[in-house]
């Protein structure tokens, strides 16, 4: 049973401010290796798709819901700073918090509309899985770059294997049979390899 458009409304409200605040306390005080899931661009796409997936049917509203959820996570995020550490709550409407908000917008459409996919079946399924995947393992490669960095630390290989395992588990999750699942798998490599090229892209026109 697919949830109402008031619950969807709610969830996305709620949603986004648990996910804020949580991804703060996440990132100060668990330890490292798993505290990195918090500082993590794929951490906040997956919680869009997995609201996309929540709300089974609609693209539209998932779509609309999974952006509300990244966009009220963001000031919710440095709220949560400026309380629980004494961060200056100037930062809440920083251009970078806009950024980031902007951001949330573009990964809510793509990513909510992705967990309503991979409820589907055909083409849809293959990428809506996919997509999630492919956000894991774009992080993974750029983790392993760090690890091979003789200015970073070689732990790194310890979030290179946690993001491949998350990215392996929603595959698993979301697919069935071995054979869909490995089809998703290989529509998710090239898809990392598009994420990684635009996160370049994009953080060279901001810099």
């Known amino acids: 049973m697919r949830p ?34 918090g500082n993590s661009t794929a951490t906040w796409a ?4 997995f609201f996309g997936h ?18 009220v996570a963001v000031p919710s995020y440095y709220l949560a700073a400026a309380l629980l550490q004494g961060d200056d709550l100037a930062v809440l409407w920083a251009p970078s918090s806009l950024v980031w908000m902007f951001f949330g917008v573009l990964a809510g459409v793509v990513f909510g509309t992705a967990g309503v996919w991979a409820r589907g079946t ?3 399924q293959v990428v809506g899985a996919a997509l999630p995947t492919a956000v894991f393992f774009e992080e993974a490669a750029r983790f392993a ?3 091979t960095d003789p200015d970073h630390s070689s732990g790194a290989w ?10 392996l588990l929603i595959v698993v999750l979301t697919s069935r049979s071995p054979r869909r699942r490995a089809l998703v798998v290989a529509v998710a490599v090239p898809l990392a390899a598009a994420i ?10 901001l810099s």
């Open 4 to 37: 109402g458009d008031r619950r969807v409304a709610l969830a996305s409200v709620v949603g986004g401010l648990l996910l804020g605040v949580l991804d703060f306390c996440w990132i100060k005080w668990l330890p490292f290796p798993v505290a990195e899931l």
């Open 46 to 49: 997956v919680a869009a798709f």
């Open 54 to 71: 929540w709300v089974r049917s609609g693209w539209l509203r998932a779509a609309l819901g999974a952006t509300v959820l990244l966009v």
């Open 122 to 124: 055909g083409w849809r």
């Open 145 to 147: 770059g760090k690890a």
């Open 158 to 167: 310890w979030n290179v294997a946690i993001d491949v395992a998350l990215g």
């Open 196 to 205: 990684l090229v635009s996160f370049t892209l994009a953080g060279g026109a």
